[in-house]
Each structure stands twice: as C-alpha cells, then as structure tokens.
C-alpha cells in the first residue's frame, strides 16, 4: 500500500465503492488520511466534518442519520463525543463500521497505525519497551495502544501526572492478560531503557473542570536535550500541543511527521480489508 499512498502505482480496487465519513468531532489526520486513503484505491467518500453541517442542528437524532448515510455508503467511519457510539452504530447497520474515536474511549486505527510505524521502524513489537505518556486517562489513542501492545507482549511503563493515570479498569483487564506495568509521574524514571517515548495531548476537552486542566497543562515538555541521554523514538498521534518541543522534529528522534503518513497505507490496507467486492 506504501506506493500506492505515494501514488507511485495506481489502483483501483475499490472502484466504485463509497466511504461515508461521520466526524461528530473535530479531525485532521484521520478524516483526511481515511478519505485519501479511499480515493487512493479509487473509491470515494461523502459526510461531514462536523455535526454543525448535518440535519443533527434540525434536531435529527444519531440513529436516523447514521442509517442513512448507511444506505448510501459501503462502510462508515464514525467519530463520537461519547464513548460507545461505535459499538452502537455497528449493531444498527449492516455495513461495516470504523471507529475513528469514541470520547475517552478508544481508537483502534490509530492504534494499527501505530503498531505499524514501530514495526516498520524498530522491528518486532514484541521486544520493544514502550513508554506511553501524557494524558493516560482521556487519552483514546493510549486506550487501544495499551491492548494492543499487550497482545504483542511488549513492556510498557505508563508515565503521567497522578490525576491523569491510565484508567484502573484498563490497568486491571492487562494484569488478567499477564502484563504488569510500571506506573511513574517522572519521566527520567524511564529515559534511559525504553525504545518509544509515546507522547500524548492533554485533552483539554474532556476535563470536567477548567481549573484542573490549568494546574496540570504542560506537565511534561520532551525536547532535544532531555532526549541526549536516550536511545528511544518519539511518536505523537499528533495535534501537539507544547508537550513535544519543534527542536525534536527534524532530529532522528522525531517520528510523529512518518507516523502520521503511514495512517495512509495502513487505512488502505483495512479499507480494502473490510469493504465487500463486487
Ligand atoms: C487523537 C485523537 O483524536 O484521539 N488524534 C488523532 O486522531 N491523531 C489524539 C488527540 O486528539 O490528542
């Protein structure tokens, strides 16, 4: 799929088919990367950016437009401010249906994506250590990456803030799959032995009260000199705040720009993967 997402080879597997795309909640890179990805195997898509563009400001509810859209398109993409809505809509409609981030909760592809820029870059997943930090308790994209890496049996160490922990629930369901993980609020606990620095956004949109977002904003700043006595790459499922320094971006450190592009191929490999021929 690589050369494909480079249009360096042409296809058009998917000729014909349509990708609805429901983004209920701000997106840049996965809305965009799954609509290239479709168009890059010769499909096409339709939806909308967001809810404010849709029938749900004439008082529509979810259930009706998502039905819709599912008698028009060949698979949907569908992002939510709640968590859940994926699973619902899945059991509503008989096309398939993608998570692309369901509130808090989890986002899968970003998680595929991921796992694919390590592969890719490190080799086997199974013998990284992965240091997931930042935002653990809203942070989705950590969500899915924390099973994910556990099914691999990758170690992992969770660094955050006290008030921003990985969820009790998620820490419970990996030590059931025989992983423990080291929990820290001090990154140098982990500097020196792990292979990713998995960095996240504090999503400020999920805090329930301003005031705590205040106090713990800018909680961790990873630059280029904090990383000269690390071996570790640096991922972000991107938008960043200031938690990732731009004196990293053009180091070898910094992976997020490569990360980011291969959301293409890997979408593609899936699209094509799900949607039904013929
Ligand atoms: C993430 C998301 O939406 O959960 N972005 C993305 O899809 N790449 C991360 C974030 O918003 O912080």
Same mark, same amino acid.
């Given at each position: 799929?690589?050369?494909?997402?480079?249009?360096?080879?042409?296809?058009?597997?998917?000729?014909?088919?349509?990708?609805?795309?429901?983004?209920?909640?701000?997106?840049?890179?996965?809305?965009?990367?799954?609509?290239?990805?479709?168009?890059?195997?010769?499909?096409?898509?339709?939806?909308?950016?967001?809810?404010?563009?849709?029938?749900?400001?004439?008082?529509?509810?979810?259930?009706?437009?998502?039905?819709?859209?599912?008698?028009?398109?060949?698979?949907?993409?569908?992002?939510?401010?709640?968590?859940?809505?994926?699973?619902? $809509?899945?059991?509503?409609?008989? $096309?398939?249906?993608?998570?692309?981030?369901?509130?808090?909760?989890?986002?899968?592809?970003?998680?595929?994506?991921?796992?694919?820029?390590?592969?890719?870059?490190?080799?086997?997943?199974?013998?990284?250590?992965?240091?997931?930090?930042?935002?653990?308790?809203?942070?989705?994209?950590?969500?899915?990456?924390?099973?994910?890496?556990?099914?691999?049996?990758?170690?992992?160490?969770?660094?955050?803030?006290?008030?921003?922990?990985?969820?009790?629930?998620?820490?419970?369901?990996?030590?059931?799959?025989?992983?423990?993980?080291?929990?820290?609020?001090?990154?140098?606990?982990?500097?020196?032995?792990?292979?990713?620095?998995?960095?996240?956004?504090?999503?400020?949109?999920?805090?329930?009260?301003?005031?705590?977002?205040?106090?713990?904003?800018?909680?961790?700043?990873?630059?280029?000199?904090?990383?000269?006595?690390?071996?570790?790459?640096?991922?972000?499922?991107?938008?960043? $705040?200031?938690?990732?320094?731009?004196? $990293?971006?053009?180091?070898?450190?910094?992976?997020?720009?490569?990360?980011?592009?291969?959301?293409?191929?890997?979408?593609?490999?899936?699209?094509?993967?799900?949607?039904?021929?013929?």
């Amino acid at each position: 799929m690589e050369p494909v997402a480079r249009s360096k080879i042409i296809s058009n597997v998917l000729e014909g088919k349509l990708l609805g795309l429901l983004f209920y909640e701000p997106s840049t890179r996965t809305r965009l990367s799954f609509e290239a990805a479709m168009k890059r195997l010769g499909g096409g898509t339709v939806g909308f950016a967001e809810a404010g563009t849709s029938s749900a400001t004439k008082g529509e509810n979810l259930t009706d437009t998502v039905r819709i859209v599912a008698e028009y398109t060949d698979a949907l993409v569908i992002r939510h401010n709640m968590e859940g809505t994926a699973r619902y $809509v899945a059991e509503m409609v008989d $096309v398939p249906v993608i998570n692309a981030g369901d509130g808090a909760g989890q986002h899968p592809t970003q998680t595929l994506l991921d796992l694919y820029t390590m592969k890719r870059l490190l080799g086997n997943i199974e013998e990284l250590h992965v240091a997931l930090v930042g935002d653990l308790k809203y942070g989705r994209t950590v969500h899915s990456l924390a099973y994910a890496l556990a099914m691999f049996g990758a170690r992992m160490s969770f660094v955050s803030p006290p008030e921003l922990k990985m969820p009790r629930e998620i820490l419970h369901d990996l030590a059931g799959s025989g992983v423990n993980v080291q929990e820290t609020s001090n990154i140098h606990d982990v500097l020196a032995y792990v292979d990713v620095l998995y960095v996240t956004r504090i999503q400020k949109e999920r805090f329930p009260d301003p005031q705590e977002y205040l106090k713990i904003k800018g909680a961790y700043t990873i630059d280029s000199k904090l990383l000269e006595n690390s071996e570790a790459i640096v991922m972000h499922p991107l938008p960043r $705040v200031d938690e990732i320094s731009h004196d $990293v971006d053009n180091t070898p450190y910094g992976k997020y720009f490569q990360q980011a592009f291969y959301g293409v191929p890997v979408r593609m490999a899936l699209l094509k993967s799900i949607i039904k021929k013929g």
